[in-house]
């Protein structure tokens, strides 16, 4: 997840310098904002505002005025993200971070899936916070969570 500045900018230079993004840039951009815009971005060199670059998915929120505050307002909008990404269970978090992490990666559909039940799902079964989970939604009240053990 990324959050930026309102006056960050976003852009692949290389080309303008008579070299190329062989660190992994180029194919990650690719999967991120599609070939069309990956191909305008890595092909002309421009750079892109942080609005831009959000619309296009590379960026997940915008903040900031841009002023001198604006590294601050970053800074407490990750917080803000972050605490979002606490308040759920950390069994839950760490499997969903792997689902998509296999996503990205290239793993197929059916077989993250089967990943997924089959390694991560039995082992969060055993574990507290899914019953937990479970129990504050029927008892209507914010879970409790444990460390997770996974």
Do not use: C, H, Y
């Not at 904002?33 to 670059?53: F, H, K, N, W, Y």
């Not at 039995?122 to 914010?142: I, L, W, Y």
């Amino acid at each position: 997840m990324t959050v930026a500045s309102e006056k960050a900018v976003f852009g692949l230079p290389e080309v303008k310098r008579g070299v190329v993004a062989t660190a992994g840039a180029l194919p990650r951009l690719t999967r991120i904002i599609g070939r069309p815009r990956a191909m305008e971005m890595a092909l002309t060199g421009r750079t892109v505002s942080a609005q831009e670059a959000a619309e296009w998915g590379l960026v997940n929120r915008v903040v900031g005025s841009g002023g001198e505050g604006a590294s601050s307002e970053v800074v407490a909008e990750a917080i803000r993200l972050a605490n979002m990404i606490a308040d759920n269970s950390p069994d839950s978090v760490i499997v969903t971070r792997e689902g998509i992490k296999m996503g990205w990666e290239g793993v197929s559909a059916e077989e993250g899936t089967r990943i997924l039940e089959k390694e991560w799902f039995s082992r969060m079964d055993q574990g507290e916070n899914m019953k937990e989970g479970v129990r504050a939604f029927v008892e209507k009240r914010k879970p409790k969570w444990v460390a997770s053990k996974l």
